[in-house]
Nanobody
Framework: QVQLVESGGGLVLPGGSLRLACVAS????????MSWYRQRPGKERELVAS???????NYADSIKGRFIISRDNTKNTHYLQMNTLKPEDTAVYFC???????????????WGQGTQVTVSS
């Protein structure tokens, strides 16, 4: 009923930038919470950044000051602008939404398919 499509991943040199996008579609009444997670090789999935419906943001210490999360409610989309990328940022990045479907009060979680970000020289 709800699909998330991620885009923007790829290969970039250290110090470079990428912009990830996550577009949600379906019978969405409201997106109450949006996040980006990543899973680095051999490590557990970790929260990178999140943004609430009142535009409050939260960032992992490892990327604070380098990445920016934002949302466009008119497009049901959230973004992750990644700057000053480091090899340690290499991971599969997953978007996440907490949504209300139709006009019902229940909240549901959905995950994107993941997009590979590789930072290497």
């Amino acid at each position: 009923q709800v699909q998330l499509v991620e885009s923007g991943g790829g290969l970039v040199l250290p110090g470079g930038s990428l912009r990830l996008a996550c577009v949600a579609s379906g019978n969405i009444f409201a997106i109450n919470f949006m996040s980006w997670y990543r899973q680095r090789p051999g490590k557990e999935r970790e929260l990178v950044a999140s943004i609430s419906n009142n535009n409050s943001t939260n960032y992992a210490d490892s990327i604070k000051g380098r990445f920016i999360i934002s949302r466009d409610n008119t497009k049901n989309t959230h973004y992750l602008q990644m700057n000053t990328l480091k090899p340690e940022d290499t991971a599969v990045y997953f978007c996440y939404v907490l949504v209300q479907i139709g006009r019902g009060p229940t909240q549901y979680e959905y995950w994107g398919q993941g997009t590979q970000v590789t930072v290497s020289s």
